[in-house]
């Protein structure tokens, strides 16, 4: 039976008589219904969209509801399924209830629908799941057994709940239609955190219980729950913090069962005070007294304390001339010291959720210079941190999507299109220039902990910084930190005092980076707010562990359906992130049922991720996946494809180890999880000097020009970049072949067009000049259609010398071998001789004409982006043309560039293609780990049905 259909059904809406009825109803005539519930921004429209376009193709009578506040956005891009879609106006209602439902479903809905989508908006509680044939329940951490407890107490029930390593129990016994309502109603109204994927209940012996009550938790079984991530304060929370007749008036660590931290002070399941890193800190008799309460909202919440019995903040400054350890500030409340600090100038190190921040004030250009300097940041862009939606509105417009994301649970960083042609508006705070220099967005968060709200203010407090930057208090290049020792030690020549406390944190986690790309959003950093939530798989795959890449590391743990990708780890060229990346793997398998029969990696030799993968391997088969090829499988999995099909997978980024021992990067990869077939790519130029053309573009630029057959004359911007001795060093090093690896990648390509174009000679940090000509190309005036032309060629045209890589059948290689001992396997994948080759030599004479006919640079980087769409549409054609595929991935890092993604997308969808993006994980090597374990589970089967 097809995916969709298994989906578990959910009752529509909050009136449970109604909502029964309308489902009985529609039961009764062969239609099943699913309800989808989350929080504006969360992506529920992409999958709507992509389980409607999988149920079409499967000849699956389908249709949906969609409801929305105000604006009918969601119909007209959903209708391009070709299925039956109603689109209903809420006026203002948060969600749609079981009788307004059933207006609009009487005398629409198709007589032979067998499936009913319901989309529903701005509720956080989710009745709806997946059910792909695992059970797995998010409760732990969230408030679920005081929920439980209320709730059988409230029907007259007697019985207990308990928490297990596998998820909540409940039993229950009483009258059987209180028994029945309590059943029907448990995954309805539960918790604001909670996730319930699956209710199951039997009928067992009662026991006579007279009274219903919580038990201790049960520590015995494998784990099968998660906890949930951190979650922002709560608005309950916050009116405490502010009310000066609050006892937790100011408490810089005030929680409850519905917000605050959880992930990041978990020690080990079940969730309880004593595994968590709370278990320090007693509670007082007042705090005791809320936690035994069944009414009060901290009932069993584990990290619940006040001024009497928590953590303690403190303000350490360096004693004068540095001798001995920092001292305490005694004479002043710690918050009200740092913030004066904070005005003054000084950079501050604050403890947060999951590690430090460093934080200064956004407004004052000498204190970002100072951070910036510091931390030898060069030019990348800070992010910010504003009290409210009201102090950035004049400086980035955000839409329904962005604001969702800002003011919710998870509260990442989100980057918003800067407002062009602003003024300073009166009273307004406005960011140094120095924050986000060169870049077309500014990354802006909301204040997600007590604390964070005190350093920015109260009403009624002294005037502070409004606006204030805040980055991961590291080392550049190294984790976050986490430790407050190590805190004092390794952040000393970079801060001017710490804000710390004595509550431990157990996991680091960053802070997450989104961005909102066509209404939806797209995932640049999974971290705080989203790590670990698990992902529904849709292959089975075996107990294993994917390491990812050397860049921007995440590991991924996976068995049956379900995959537990780690937070942001960073960058394995430091033993500082190696060693971080060993603990997050530990940890990981401390709170999953995960016990890795298998490892994966990728294919490159010189990894750090893979060599560490072999050296700890012991024993286990170490599965080699291609780069591009677990991109690819990544955009399958997360969009729910069982790999039945091929897709053509467009996986653009800066580099990867291709099977010929290139440098990859500019792909069409006709895939499914078994292999891949390279169906195109750009043609091949030299990468001269290897790591230092990525930081000085000139180089790809002169590279790209000579491959082009096209002189370096002084009047071109890159040539006068580059010194004259280096010129001529590069000339001789490109005429003798002297350390130029082939390369394919479209990074690259971006990297030279943004020299040639004269907008980023240097890159201090990584796809500067790619963030750069997408911002330039923003500055294009409207109306201008123009595109430069790729040479799109057969193989056997190619004149250049390095062969392009054969469009023979991969697998996934478990060793890494010489290219030609790679197995093949069956797979849908078809075989061809030979891959397209998309030459960007005409591109960069036709740039150059451009230039000296005095177009500007902005118009350039406009039509460039507008080439590279037009070639992803034309290949994706012949491809469609050739074999048959009309599903398209776009995946890789070069679609973190929110500008080429949608014109691809727009020009993909009006020919008819089905478009994969990311929403759940980054395009680019964050995700990549996801891939290598889907992709390395067929691996395995394949090596297993061998033997």
Partial sequence: MCRVVDLQQAVLAKNDESAHTLRAELTARGTTVVNLLSSPGSGKTALLERELDLARRRSVPVAALTADLATENDAVRLARSGVPVKQVLTDGLCHLEADMLRRHVEGW??????????????????????????????????????????????????????????????EVEGAPGAVARFCDGIAVHAPPLARVESVEHEEVPATGDTAFSILASRTDGPARTLIPPDTATCAACLRELADPADRRHRHPFVNCTHCGPRFTIVTGLPYDRAHTTMAGFPMCPDCAREYADPADRRFHAQPVACPACGPRLRLLVPRPGDEGPPRAVTRDEPVAAARRLLADGAVLAVKGLGGYHLACDATNPDAVALLRRRKARGDKPFAVMARSLDDIGHLVRPGLEERGLLTGAARPIVLLRRQTGGTHAPHAPWPAGSVAPGSPDLGVMLPYTPLHHLLLGLPGDADGPRLLVMTSGNVSGEPIVTDDGEALRRLAHLADAWLTHDRPIHVPCDDSVLRVCDGEPLMVRRARGYAPLPLTLPVPVRPALAVGGDLKNVLCLGEGRRAWLSAHIGDMDDLATQRAFERAVAQLESITPVRPELLAADRHPGYRSARGADRNATGRPVVRVQHHHAHVAAAMAEAGLDGTRPVLGVAFDGTGYGDDGAVWGGEFLLADYDGFVRFGHLAYVPLPGGDAAVHRPYRMALAHLRAAGIDWSDDLPCTSA??????????????????????????????????????????????????????????????????????????????????????????????????????????????????????????????????????????????????????????????????GVDTVALTGGVFANSLLSAACAAALRADGFTVLRHHLVPPGDGGLALGQRVVAARAAERTAAAD
Avoid: W
């Fill in 722 to 883: 580059c010194p004259p001795d280096e010129r001529g060093v590069l000339e001789r090093q490109l005429e003798r072949d002297l350390n130029c690896v082939p390369t394919s990648s479209m990074g690259r390509l971006f990297d030279a067009v943004s020299s040639l174009a004269g907008v980023c000679h240097r890159s201090g940090y990584e796809a500067q000049a790619a963030v750069a000509l997408e911002a330039a190309a923003l500055t294009a005036p409207a109306g201008d259609t123009g595109a430069y032309g790729f040479a799109v060629r057969s193989p056997e045209q190619e004149d250049r010398t390095v062969g392009p890589g054969g469009g023979r059948r991969t697998g996934a290689a478990s060793v890494p071998s010489d290219p030609a001992s790679v197995p093949t396997g069956p797979a849908s994948v078809p075989v061809h001789p030979a891959p397209v080759l998309a030459d960007p030599a005409p591109v960069f004479a036709a740039i150059v004409g451009d230039l000296r006919a005095g177009v500007a640079p902005g118009l350039v980087a406009a039509r460039f982006h507008r080439s590279v769409a037009v070639l992803v549409h034309r290949l994706c054609a012949l491809a469609r043309q050739r074999h």
């Fill in 109 to 170: 809905l198709p007589d032979r629908t067998r499936l009913l989508f319901v989309e529903n908006v701005g509720n956080l509680v989710c009745p709806a799941s997946y059910d792909l044939g695992e059970t797995l329940r998010v409760v732990q951490g969230v408030g679920f057994r005081p929920y439980v407890y209320t709730l059988a107490t409230g029907l007259d029930l007697r019985g207990h709940v308990t928490n297990t390593p596998e998820g909540v129990i409940a």
